[in-house]
């Protein structure tokens, strides 16, 4: 029996415009920093309740921001929530190069690991 392989889609490298959401770039950054927000908790051992002590929000916040649920966080809360964990930002803007149509947003940068990890 000879079984044909099921269609499919080579990837953009966002998820979210592949899935034709608007704002996909800004969804994109947001989850990068979320990504690391959570990468560092885990490495330091913080229950939702400590890091939303951190960050000055509540647990449910917390428990929404980790589920993935962007809606209520703006790349700037995102980004304050970092220096809250101890972690600089750096915003650089450059020239796209002539071999993309587009221009990207993205974020760079080492999740957190346990050399970076502060307790």
Known sequence: ???????HEV??????ADLGLPD???LLAKAALVREIASIATHRHL?????ARLLGTTQPKVSDLLA???AGFSLERLIRFLNALDRDVQIVVTPKPRSRRQA????????????RARA
């Open 24 to 26: 996909s770039e800004e």
């Open 11 to 16: 990837s953009s490298g966002n998820v979210f």
């Open 47 to 51: 229950t939702q309740a400590e890091t």
């Open 1 to 7: 029996m000879i079984r044909n392989s099921p269609d």
């Open 68 to 70: 993935g649920k962007l």
């Open 104 to 115: 990207t947003t993205r974020v760079t940068g080492a999740v957190a690991g346990p050399a």
